[in-house]
């Protein structure tokens, strides 16, 4: 099971303006500290922790934050409106297109953070028309 995915910001703000356009629509809670942005699934008291956590922080040795070369991380969303919501959302925010949403091998639209990391927002909803529905 992934326990956390972080990503590096050179700017934290810009990258915080992006993803509190995407993240708490998707129920995510920010906590916001001296090392960065942590959004969190919230926890009923006696609950465990709903994962993965995600992290948007400066580099740990310095350098200029850089997006990986094929990685990408995905999140996954109620519904195909939602898929185009979130990915106007995150274009209003900073973001760049990396593909409109529209199916793929699901209901998919892609976008790069402020800092060029890739991100994913899908939707598989079986009860949803498919591309041959």
């Known amino acids: 099971m992934i326990a956390y995915v972080t990503v590096g910001a050179d700017d934290v703000s810009r990258a915080r ?54 990685a990408m991380v995905a999140f996954e969303l109620r519904g195909q409106a939602q898929v185009r919501a979130l990915h106007a959302a995150g274009l209003a925010a900073g973001g760049t297109d990396e593909g409109a949403p529209g199916f793929r091998e699901a209901y998919v639209g892609y976008l790069r953070d402020p800092q060029g990391n890739k991100i994913a927002l899908f939707s598989s909803d079986p009860d949803e028309p498919g591309r041959d529905g």
Do not use: C, H, M
């Not at 129920?27 to 993965?52: H, K, T, W």
């Open 17 to 70: 303006r992006f993803y509190d356009a995407i993240l708490p629509a998707l129920g995510y809670a920010l906590r916001e500290g001296p090392e960065g942005l942590s959004y969190a699934l919230p926890v009923a008291p006696g609950e465990r922790p709903l994962l993965p956590d995600f992290y948007v922080k400066p580099t740990y040795d310095g350098r200029p934050a850089s997006a990986g070369n094929g």
